[in-house]
């Protein structure tokens, strides 16, 4: 089970990115099959369940080769609150399908009231920290060129 450094206590409706860490536990593990996932429970009333929500943040990461480590940049909620309303969420780090712990977190104020929006930021393109005897190079994941 995936071992995230820390969650946020709350996520707002756009905003600055954060970044979380972990070390994979599987060697083979690929960073691009991460996600990180926000998950409103749904409640019952008359055998109907009502109001879960399933959310996939923006993620891109940065990984170094030398020591395993993972860093998952993450945007914030998405700049509409129609999307995933406030109130109590649970976060999760998904690794090759394998769920972290969930924490439970606040979308937005918490409050049904009105959101403050902020414009989504975009995210750092994902990259592997390549090791090198002279110098530290980076790769981009997309196109896997050493510069």
Known sequence: RPVP?????????????????????????????TKVVVIRQGFSTHANNFGQRYLELATSYTQNQDTGEVTMHVSQLPPNANILTPGPVMLFLVVDGVPSIGKMITAGSGAIETQPISAATVLPASSVIVPSSSSNSTSDASNSTVS
């Open 5 to 33: 450094s820390a969650f946020p206590t709350s996520l707002s409706y756009g905003g600055d990115a954060w970044n979380l860490t972990y070390t994979p536990t599987n060697s083979s593990s690929d960073p691009g099959n």
